[in-house]
């Protein structure tokens, strides 16, 4: 691949840029929503499904003891 001049290069970006659909402040807002509130059910169930395996190894340690 042949070398590009800094300047030719640039133009490519600013033209490549150019291209991208950005999303609008809209979409932006409601994916943070969604995330959070994906973060906010996944850690709920680490939550639980942390609670349960303890109290599972607290009995099985309780009644071998």
């Known amino acids: 691949m042949a070398r ?8 490519e970006v600013r033209t490549e ?4 659909t950005w999303p609008s402040r809209r979409e932006t807002l409601i994916t943070t929503a969604m995330v959070f509130v994906m973060v906010l059910l996944a850690s709920l169930f680490f939550l639980v499904a942390d609670q349960i395996i ?5 009995w099985i340690l309780r009644v071998g003891g």
Do not use: N
Request: proline share 6%; hydrophobic share 40%; aromatic share 18%.
């Open 17 to 20: 840029t150019a291209k991208v």
């Open 4 to 11: 590009k001049s800094p300047f030719e290069f640039l133009q």
């Open 54 to 58: 303890r109290f599972g190894v607290t």
